[in-house]
């Protein structure tokens, strides 16, 4: 069973959508809703969690990336040197508990991005 959620665009044209939009659309609220019943796969979501651990410590190797990420960090009310303190609490239980927060309706988008 697939398990990502893919995002396309395209720029609506026209005020009636494309059927591909339209089928996409569909996918997407599809998966969203098979997440909310059966949740996400906890071999999936370890994988993503580590890989999330592994990519902030090398992030250490650019004294760019440390400085933009700790400015961001401070402008949002966080410390960016408690990242891993943060992360590794979070379960996969949180994460289904928090769906329709971290996708709202309001806030979803749909892209098509093609080649040039």
Aim: glycine fraction near 6%; charged fraction near 35%; charge should be positive.
């Amino acid at each position: 069973m697939q398990r990502h959620l893919y995002v396309v665009a395209e720029p609506q044209r026209t005020v009636l959508r494309p059927a591909k939009v339209v089928q996409l659309e569909a996918r997407r609220e599809a998966r969203l809703e098979e997440a909310r019943r059966t949740g996400f796969d906890r071999e999936d979501f370890e994988r993503i969690k580590s890989k999330s651990f592994g990519r902030f410590l090398r992030s250490f190797n650019s004294l760019e990336y440390v400085g933009t990420g700790y400015t961001e960090a401070y402008l949002q009310g966080w410390d960016f040197l408690r990242y891993l303190d943060i992360l590794e609490p979070i379960t996969l239980a949180d994460i289904r508990r928090h769906l329709d927060t971290l996708f709202p309706e309001e806030g979803r988008a749909l892209s098509i991005v093609r080649p040039a």
